[in-house]
C-alpha cells in the first residue's frame, strides 16, 4: 500500500530558527513529490521535486529529494511567524493521484 | 495562472437534504479532477477522481451512490453529497492538475457542516 510519512507531527521553534521538515515515501510508480503550505484553507504551493539531488529554492524555503532513500526534506531558514502553518507533502503515483503524508503542524514563536 | 472555483465556500445544511459543491477551472481545461475530503487536523484523503465524460473512480471504503461526482465538461466537475448526516461534515477540496513544473491547483474547500 502506498504511503508518506512525514515527521515530526508538530514542531514549536522561534522566530530566527531554521527548521528541517521531513517526509519519507513508498509508493508504487512514483513520479514525483510535492510541498504545500496550508493555513485555514486549500493547501498552497511549494515546490515539486522530480529528480534526485537536485535542491529547488524559493526565498527562505528550500528543498530536496533523495529517490534512493525515498525521502525529501523541506528546509525553512530565518523562519518567521507568518510562517506558521501545516506543511504536507505527497507524492504522485502512475495514475498522478497524490498520497499525502499527515503533515507537520509548525508554530513559530515570536 | 491556473484557478479552480470552488463554491460554496461554506454550507450548513440539515440532515438528509443534498448539497452540491462546483469546481470550475477558470482558465484551463481539467481533464482530470480529484475530490478530497479533510477531517480536522488530519491530512487529506482521496475520495475519488473524475474523468470528463466518463464516470469517476471512487476509493475504496468511499460510497459512490453518496457522494454523486459528475464531470461533465472541461471546465466544470461537481460532487453532490447526498442525504447528508453529521458525520458528513468535514472540508472538501478540488484538485485539478496541471503540468508537470507546477503540479496541481486546488480550489479553495468547502466546509460542510450537516446539523
Known amino acids: 500500500e502506498d504511503k508518506v510519512v512525514q515527521s515530526p507531527l508538530s514542531l514549536v521553534v522561534h522566530e530566527g530558527d531554521t527548521v528541517t521538515l521531513n517526509c519519507s515515501y513508498e509508493?508504487?510508480?512514483?513520479?514525483?513529490l510535492l510541498w504545500y503550505k496550508q493555513e485555514k484553507k486549500a493547501p498552497t504551493f511549494l515546490f515539486m521535486l522530480?529528480?534526485s539531488g537536485i535542491e529547488k529554492k524559493s526565498g527562505r524555503l528550500s528543498s530536496i529529494l533523495d529517490k534512493k532513500e525515498l525521502f525529501s526534506i523541506l528546509n525553512i531558514t530565518a523562519t518567521q511567524t507568518g510562517d506558521s502553518a501545516v506543511y504536507l507533502c505527497?507524492?504522485?503515483?502512475?495514475?498522478?493521484?497524490?498520497?499525502w503524508g499527515a503533515g507537520t503542524k509548525l508554530i513559530i514563536k515570536p | 495562472g491556473a484557478v479552480v472555483s470552488q463554491h460554496p465556500s461554506r454550507v450548513i445544511c440539515k440532515s438528509g437534504t443534498s448539497v452540491k459543491i462546483e469546481c470550475r477551472s477558470l482558465?484551463?481545461?481539467?481533464?482530470?479532477m480529484f475530490w478530497y475530503r479533510q477531517f480536522p487536523k488530519q491530512s487529506l484523503m482521496l475520495m475519488a477522481t473524475?474523468?470528463?465524460?466518463?464516470?469517476?473512480?471512487?476509493e475504496q471504503g468511499v460510497e459512490k451512490d453518496k457522494f454523486l461526482i459528475n464531470h461533465a465538461s472541461l471546465t466544470l466537475s461537481t460532487l453532490t453529497v447526498t442525504s447528508a448526516h453529521p458525520e458528513d461534515s468535514s472540508f472538501y477540496i478540488c484538485?485539478?492538475?496541471?503540468?508537470?513544473?507546477?503540479?496541481?491547483?486546488f480550489g479553495s474547500g468547502t466546509r460542510l457542516t450537516v446539523v
Open positions: 484538485s485539478a492538475r496541471l503540468d508537470r513544473i507546477y503540479g496541481y491547483t
Open positions: 482558465d484551463f481545461q481539467a481533464t482530470t
Open positions: 473524475s474523468n470528463e465524460g466518463s464516470k469517476a473512480t471512487y
Open positions: 509508493v508504487t510508480n512514483f513520479r514525483s
Open positions: 522530480t529528480s
Open positions: 505527497a507524492a504522485v503515483n502512475s495514475n498522478y493521484q497524490l498520497i
